[in-house]
């Protein structure tokens, strides 16, 4: 008896919903899952440096690239986002992945540029 797998049938098959939110009337998407590479650096840096340790900006910028990809991270980095902003989707993001109950969402997004600062 051989012993086959198919991972891409097997996958294919696991219903995954789309992450995706709205920032200033522009919809980014991402991953259905964060990449593995990301989650093995993360790792790498909470075991060398513990969890609490600061982040340089490359790694910061490292890990949103690997997420949002280039595009959409520099479109999101040009839209006039803040910190505090940038940190709260950062924090909704996480929490997506991680299937936190407070990051369900809203049941539909404005139409666009509804929410654009002013």
Do not use: H
Request: charged share 25%; aromatic share 10%; hydrophobic share 40%.
């Amino acid at each position: 008896m051989s012993k086959y797998r198919d991972f891409d049938a097997f996958w294919a098959e696991k219903d995954k919903d789309p992450i995706t939110f709205t920032v200033f009337g522009k919809k980014y998407d991402l991953p259905a899952e964060v990449p593995a590479s990301l989650m093995l650096k993360v790792m790498r840096l909470q075991q060398n440096e513990g969890n609490s340790a600061a982040v340089s900006f490359e790694t910061i910028e490292e890990l949103l690239t690997g997420i949002l990809g280039k595009e959409q991270f520099k479109s999101l980095l040009e839209s006039g986002i803040g910190m505090a902003q940038l940190t709260d989707v950062l924090d909704w993001i996480m929490a997506a992945y991680n299937g936190a109950e407070d990051a369900e969402g809203n049941p539909e997004a404005p139409q666009d540029g509804a929410a654009k600062a002013e």
